[in-house]
């Protein structure tokens, strides 16, 4: 399903990596919210392609066409839907994945699944490009929660080996995180950002390509959001989350460092800070029972190494069932965690969107 759906803002988006154009629908946006075109447009240049020497070299404005529910910047209540046309396509390049598919790729799993009448071009709506229409509606929910007060920033944590600085899960600066979103290489210390950038070239020189991991952290939420069990903040975040491909782990707070320690260790002492009830420490990641604790909301996603690597790798010829060599054509990133991490800050705003939107409170 192509769609993050909530109690009051529900996503989905249309289209393929190759179509003609690809699209998102934002159902219960509320009106009279007028965006920041500006803003929206900075955004989405912050995930966009062929920005950079750790990017693909396709080359896309990103811009879109809002087509319904704005009148003048101003939503009026309709569905919200918009428009991104694809202007730089090699689709040739992709011609013989339904015959011969890309290891970690989903080309095997797709000629499954739809008998071979599923788009491979660029990975059809596999592709990770799938992730610029849901940072429209991220980047729009982004601007209505910090009206409310919430804020949502991501940073590369590592990759190859290579760490930024940790936040301070407590006591988050928010000016040291909104710093991030105004570099091209998302990172707090600039000096770890060259480290990593040069583990990138390295593996792209050996013709293949390299993962990590992405922090988020959401201020201002209020205590008392969300549902126990099943229904509960993390459980929301990880469904939509799981939706960003290459996505394959994620954790909250202490996450599985947590299971190495002893319940004196990572438990969060409870304290009194100006006539609030807080955490002295935030192991728990600002989530009790699936509930906000009113402390900063700390995650991290794993993302795999970019599948589509120019190095020639094993694979089969579904038609005969005979083992071959695949050597992978067209532009591929070596690394797609740079670009993650607005994708991230997007889905999160849209989940915190959703729950605020739905006043799942008790106060």
């Known amino acids: 399903m192509s769609s993050i759906i909530g109690n009051k803002i529900k996503v989905s988006v249309f289209g393929q990596s190759h179509a003609k154009a690809i699209g998102v629908t934002i ?4 009106a009279g919210f007028e965006i920041d075109m500006d803003e929206l447009g900075r955004f989405m240049e912050r995930r966009a392609p062929g920005r950079n020497a750790f990017s693909t070299a396709r080359k896309e404005a990103d811009l879109p066409e ?3 529910g704005v009148l003048g910047n ?3 209540g309709a569905p919200v839907s918009a428009l991104i046309y694809n202007k730089d396509q090699h689709s040739k390049d992709y011609e013989n994945l339904k015959k011969v598919p890309r290891p970690g790729h989903a080309d095997y799993t797709a000629q499954v699944k739809y008998g071979g009448f599923q788009d491979v071009a660029g990975g059809g709506h596999f592709s990770g490009r799938m ?3 849901v940072c429209i509606a991220g980047s729009m929910c982004l601007q209505y929660l910090k009206k ?9 944590k590592s990759i190859g080996g290579v760490s930024d600085d940790s936040v ?4 988050c600066t928010q000016e040291m995180l909104a710093n991030v979103k105004t570099k091209e290489f998302p990172v707090i210390n600039d000096d770890k950002g060259m480290e990593m ?7 792209k020189a050996d013709l293949d390509s390299v993962g990590g991991v992405v922090e988020c952290v959401i201020t201002g939420v209020p205590a008392g959001i969300g549902e126990p069990m099943f229904d509960g903040i993390e459980n929301r975040l990880a469904q939509a989350l799981f939706g960003i491909p290459a996505v394959k782990g994620l954790e909250f707070g202490n996450g599985f460092e947590a299971a190495l320690l002893r319940g004196s260790e990572n438990n969060d ?12 420490t935030n192991n728990h990641g600002g989530i009790l029972g699936g509930i906000t604790s009113g402390m900063p909301i700390v995650f991290r996603v794993a993302i795999k190494p970019t599948p589509s690597i120019a190095r020639q790798q094993e694979s089969v010829r579904l038609e005969t069932l005979t083992e071959e060599l695949l050597e992978i054509k067209g532009r591929h990133d070596p690394c797609i965690v740079p670009r993650a991490v607005p994708c991230v800050e997007a889905v999160a705003a849209i989940v915190m969107m959703d729950v605020i939107q739905a006043g799942e409170h008790g106060f």
């Open 27 to 30: 159902d219960g946006f509320p």
């Open 66 to 68: 809002f087509i319904t």
């Open 131 to 133: 992730m610029a229409p």
């Open 74 to 76: 101003v939503t009026c």
């Open 168 to 171: 301070d899960m407590a006591d």
């Open 197 to 203: 950038q040069e583990v990138i070239a390295k593996a």
């Open 148 to 156: 409310q007060g919430i804020e949502v920033y991501a940073h590369i």
């Open 269 to 280: 002492s409870f304290a009194v800070k100006d006539n609030k009830v807080v955490t002295k």
